[in-house]
């Protein structure tokens, strides 16, 4: 069995700053790993996907993530946000040897002018 | 975004009114899933359909009673429901290769009201 833990339930931060948002998970096997976006009354989007090679991905909207193995965490990150940036983030986690995704509780992010 | 559509999208019933969600994947997925989306808390997984076969069923009461017809279709029966089932409902669907499904992609979701 997996699981996801989001560190953070909510995150403020002003218009061009850097963010961090935290994702550490558990897993006794390798992992897959996701960040989804939601925005206000929408569905999830995906943001950015980790299934091997490189430990660090890009993806959509200027997000990144870093996949790293010794501390379980599969932390995003944006260097300078956007009010657009605004929406709720949900880590995700699925097993290679193969199981359907765990999602993390969410987190809020809010950025303001 | 169109790869997923779910219908309606805001939908206010009483608990003793008989409705039903619908979803549809123009992606050519094999796999369909119904998630339950309420506030504060994380997302719960309701049922998993493969080619067409419900392959898991967490727990989910019995007033909720899914169909699906085909690989593009899913349906949410909804009957005799409880105030506490109001959340936002989400459709998603992924590409099952028996082993291991890869990303979901997900719908815009139902908001659905019970009063």
């Known amino acids: 069995a997996q699981s996801v833990t989001q560190l953070d339930s909510q995150v403020p931060v002003f218009e061009e700053a850097p963010v961090e948002l935290r994702c550490n998970y558990s897993s006794s096997v390798s992992v897959y790993l996701f960040w989804y976006v939601q925005y206000p009354n929408q569905g999830l989007q995906l943001l950015l996907k980790y299934l091997s090679g490189s430990t660090l991905v890009k993806g959509i909207n200027g997000f990144e993530a870093e996949f790293n193995k010794s501390q379980t965490s599969f932390h995003l990150r944006k260097p300078s946000v956007h009010i657009s940036d605004t929406a709720e983030y949900f880590c995700a986690v699925s097993q290679t040897s193969g199981s359907r995704l765990t999602f993390g509780e969410g987190t809020q992010l809010t950025v303001n002018p | 975004e169109t790869g997923v559509t779910q219908t309606p999208r805001h939908l206010v019933m009483g608990m003793t009114n008989k409705k039903s969600l619908k979803c549809e994947q123009h992606l050519g997925h094999n796999a369909m899933y119904w998630y339950k989306q309420s506030a504060k808390k994380p997302l719960e997984l309701m049922f998993v359909?493969?080619?067409?076969?419900?392959?898991e069923n967490n727990s989910v009461p019995s007033r909720f009673s899914p169909e699906c017809p085909n690989s593009s279709h899913l349906f949410l029966h909804l009957h005799t429901l409880q105030p506490e089932d109001s959340a936002l409902y989400l459709c998603?669907?992924?590409?099952?290769?028996?082993?291991?499904?890869?990303?979901?992609?997900f719908g815009p979701g139902t908001r659905l009201t019970v009063t």
């Open positions: 359909y493969n080619f067409k076969e419900q392959t």
């Open positions: 998603a669907s992924s590409q099952d290769d028996g082993t291991f499904s890869y990303e979901q992609y």
